[in-house]
């Protein structure tokens, strides 16, 4: 089931229901889950799982509380430092929702156009209503390091970390028994990701992860992905292949991020940043710096609560890149995050002077000026 175009995954068992990923507006969740109920004729939700914490797909985890809620270790923590509901997070729903009006009114009323986005438009009002008022970050209480194994009423749930890809915390979660794979948002269609591909992903991880998949079941999977159409097991075979080509161009790479990450984990953030200046400035040694991969170790750190390690990244990543626009546009949030407003503001300035067109600069500014 898919609305705000996030696919909702539902399983029968004579155990109970197991729900995986919810919906990021609770009261748009509600409706889901009365449809769930009603086809399956019971209303016992025994297990839901979330492939990843964004809000998107664990918004709604708080219509479930007498059910057991199950993430990769690292998610809980995620969660709680990403609130859908901060000033920081509501600012997109809300700019959408402006966006999609405005877009609305250059449309011929009554047209096939026009109500869809019109319904789109209702559907992201409540969303933000929802969040505004009433939402309640719920975040899962059952976690695993590597993987999950729930034999339940006949039905086996395999639940696989892939490691390092769209978020620290993906999971695949495969059922043999459905020939089910449903896979968050590692993979938005059947020709690309849901994140870059380079020394950051741990893409060896992944591929050992499809691999057993396909070894274990030789029959036609039916693969769901976060947001977009069903998948076959053809595509999903086809993007690993294709995911094993990209990643293969950084096999004999030096990434200074990965490094730096490195660093931080084995001897802390002082370490990290005196020697990791070293590499900036030194030329003997191949290392190569990547603003991408820079902005996902921030965002990492930061997801994993160390935020005042992520604000050290990202000035480490505004000397290495003094002409980025997205450098400027990280350290502004990262700023936002330590408390430091005026800061948050001088950079996300110098990042819509450097691209005009950044219009999450421009929409943070308006609401950081009003605060």
Request: glycine share 6%; with cysteine; proline share 3%.
């Amino acid at each position: 089931m898919n609305l705000l175009e996030v696919n909702v995954t539902a399983i029968n068992s004579r155990s109970g229901i197991i729900l995986i990923d919810t919906n990021r507006s609770p009261r748009l969740m509600a409706v889901l889950k009365k449809i769930i109920e009603k086809e399956f004729g019971q209303s016992d939700f025994r297990y839901v799982i979330n492939t990843h914490g964004h809000s998107d797909h664990s918004g709604g985890n708080q219509l479930f509380p007498d059910s057991i809620i199950i993430a990769q270790q690292n998610c809980p923590e995620y969660v709680r430092q990403n609130p859908a509901n901060s000033s920081y997070g509501l600012w997109y729903p809300r700019n959408h929702l402006t966006e999609l009006t405005t877009q609305l009114g250059g449309m011929k009323k009554g047209s096939p156009g026009y109500q869809k986005l019109q319904a789109e438009i209702n559907a992201r009002q409540i969303l933000l209503e929802d969040l505004e008022n009433g939402y309640r970050v719920t975040v899962p209480e059952k976690t695993f390091r590597d993987s999950l194994i729930i034999e339940t009423a006949g039905l086996t749930l395999k639940l696989l970390y892939v490691g390092n890809a769209h978020t620290n915390h993906d999971i695949v979660v495969f059922i043999p028994e459905e020939k089910l794979v449903v896979t968050g948002d590692l993979f938005n269609d059947q020709n690309s990701f849901g994140f870059s591909i380079n020394k950051m992903v741990d893409a060896e991880r992944l591929i050992r992860v499809i691999d057993k998949i396909f070894q274990e079941n030789r029959e036609e999977l039916l693969i769901i992905p976060g947001h977009d159409e069903l998948l076959t097991s053809n595509d999903l075979f086809n993007l690993r292949n294709l995911l094993q080509e990209r990643y293969s161009e950084f096999a004999d790479r030096n990434s200074a991020a990965v490094t730096l990450e490195k660093m931080i984990e084995e001897n802390g953030m002082e370490f990290a940043l005196k020697n990791g200046r070293k590499l900036l400035h030194e030329t003997e040694r191949d290392y190569y710096w990547s603003e991408d991969e820079l902005s996902i170790l921030q965002q990492r750190l930061q997801g994993s609560g160390k935020i005042a390690a992520g604000l050290e990244v990202c000035k480490l990543a505004v000397e290495a890149f003094p002409n980025s626009a997205l450098a400027y546009d990280n350290l502004g949030g990262a700023y936002i995050r330590t408390g430091e407003i005026q800061l948050a503001i001088e950079s996300y300035d110098r990042s819509l002077h450097l691209a005009p067109y950044n219009r999450n600069a421009e929409e943070i500014l308006k609401i950081l000026r009003q605060q």
